[in-house]
């Protein structure tokens, strides 16, 4: 390390934005820039499939435990309208994208990070660990999204694009760090620099977890989670849904909330309907939708659902009777069920009958 980059570093605290899921993986890696005295910054974006539940607090508690300061990102709108229908490297096993949206990230946390007066990025990546993403190869492929990024104007004060002050990388993507497999791979420009001492990251790779759950032990930690299944779009039930609405018609930001909860059917003319399982899935189906329309069972208890708005009457018909089916209507008993700007008289259909218009059970 140069005089003159040491002396840079001991003249300010260096600050770390840091991809933050709520996992393990991403929690050792921000402890361990902690533990150099490095300020961490933990970036909890929100791309519109993640839990169901509200995790806000746990994401609170997690990242505190590890000594870093927790700042929520919400980037739906955008990964649906840029990202998810068209990523350069394709989908995994169901319908992520995950090396598109690891690289869009990282592209907003280097907004953040400009923002923040921070110095580099970092995420909880191990070597291997996954299939689709976490390959070297994959990993690479990240970095060269990133690295097509830093012509952005915003850039112009964290780097030298013409290499003449060896202060600053040439690149964006030079600025990222992988914690956890950090020893495996090329040492990063904030490794080179003397911001990050090497020698304190880690060489973990595949899909081992003996090494995570020690270190949970060691600094007994309350808070983590267990590995996996934090992206509904890894979930089969969210990914064939999506694979279906998207081959019968343009899928919508509308779609979002229906995509990720409750019964989707399959209407016989080819019209597709939605019904909530409980009050919270209920809840979140209520928003105005622009190509469905809900349907209303009055003083009937039952359960918000929801049928496009170009189905034909046959299947509108139907879709009533399977709504009715599953609220505590009698089932000889006929009942005005409106939708939309429609009512119609029904009488409930069982729901075993209902059973074969879903698209999965």
């Known amino acids: 390390m140069s005089a003159s980059l040491r ?4 003249s300010k605290k260096i600050k770390a934005v840091a991809l933050f899921s709520g996992g393990l993986d991403s ?4 402890h361990l820039l902690q533990k150099q ?3 961490v910054y933990a970036l909890n974006f929100n791309i519109g499939f993640g839990s169901n539940k509200d995790k806000s607090e746990y994401f609170k508690n997690a990242s505190s435990q590890v000594g870093a300061k927790l700042i929520q990102v919400d980037i739906k709108k955008q990964f649906f309208d840029e990202v998810l229908f068209k990523p350069k490297y394709g989908y995994g096993r169901f319908f992520n994208p995950c090396i598109d949206c690891h690289a869009n990230m990282f592209r907003f946390a280097f907004y953040k990070m400009v923002e923040l007066g921070a110095s580099f990025a970092i995420s909880g990546e191990v070597l291997g660990q ?3 993403s976490q390959r070297k190869d994959a990993l690479n492929q990240v970095k060269k999204l990133v690295s097509e990024l830093s012509s952005e104007p915003i850039f112009d004060s964290i780097l030298s694009r013409d290499g003449s002050d060896p202060s600053k990388p040439k690149s964006l993507d030079e600025l990222i760090l992988r914690p956890m497999s950090a020893k495996l791979l090329e040492p990063s420009f904030p490794e080179k620099a003397g911001w990050v001492d090497r020698e304190r990251l880690l060489d973990v790779s595949g899909r081992g977890r003996s090494l995570q759950l020690g270190y949970v032990t060691q600094n007994n930690w309350k808070y983590h989670e267990k590995p996996g299944g ?6 089969l039930g969210v990914s064939t849904k999506l694979k279906d ?3 019968h018609r343009k899928v919508v930001f509308d779609d979002l909330s229906m995509l990720k909860v409750g019964r989707y059917l399959v209407l016989p003319e080819g019209a597709r309907c939605v019904i909530a399982r409980n009050e919270e899935e209920s809840i979140k189906l ?4 622009s190509l469905m329309e809900h349907i209303s069972l009055g003083d009937v208890v039952g359960p918000v659902a929801l049928v496009e708005k170009d189905a034909s009457k046959a299947d509108k018909k139907l879709a009533c009777q399977i709504v009715l089916g599953y609220s505590k209507a009698s089932k000889d008993k006929l009942y005005d069920v409106k939708l939309g700007q429609e009512v119609y008289e029904v009488s409930p259909l069982a729901k075993e009958e209902a059973h074969k218009y879903l698209l999965f059970t």
């Open 27 to 30: 929690m050792i890696s921000m």
């Open 7 to 10: 002396q840079d570093k001991d």
């Open 230 to 235: 934090g992206c509904l779009l890894t979930d």
């Open 130 to 132: 996954r299939p689709k």
């Open 37 to 39: 005295g490095i300020e």
């Open 245 to 247: 609405l998207s081959k």
């Open 286 to 289: 209520e928003s105005p939708h």
